[in-house]
Nanobody
């Protein structure tokens, strides 16, 4: 069973940067699609970015040009580099993974990102 552990959240001022990391256990990381989602207070969880096993990426319009998702298959880790952060980026960020066909979907426990002066 895959387990995901996020790290890197915290408090940052508007315009600042953070890098989130998600370490995955198990031997199937290379074939998994990995994603970052977020949920702000009172709002539904939404997709932020995802990266396929082949390296294709997809971003929410609200983060395009500011956030970058990447993966290191040797370390079983996916990253989310967040720049030019805005107060509206404040949310709990969740790591997600699944196999082709959205099989064996797994969620991390979440890490809080707060953008505030």
């Amino acid at each position: 069973q895959v387990q995901l552990v996020e790290s890197g959240g915290g408090l940052v001022q508007p315009g600042g940067s953070l890098r989130l990391s998600c370490a995955a256990s198990g031997s199937s990381f290379r074939v998994q699609t990995m994603g970052w989602y977020r949920q702000a207070p009172g709002k539904e969880r939404e997709l932020v970015a995802l990266i396929t096993s082949g390296g294709s990426t997809n971003y929410a319009d609200s983060v395009k040009g500011r956030f970058t998702i990447s993966r290191d298959n040797a370390k079983n880790t996916v990253y989310l580099e967040m720049n030019s952060l805005k107060p509206e980026d404040t949310a709990v960020y969740y790591c997600n993974s699944y196999l082709p066909g959205r099989l064996l979907e797994v969620w991390g426990q979440g890490t809080l990102v707060t953008v505030s002066s």
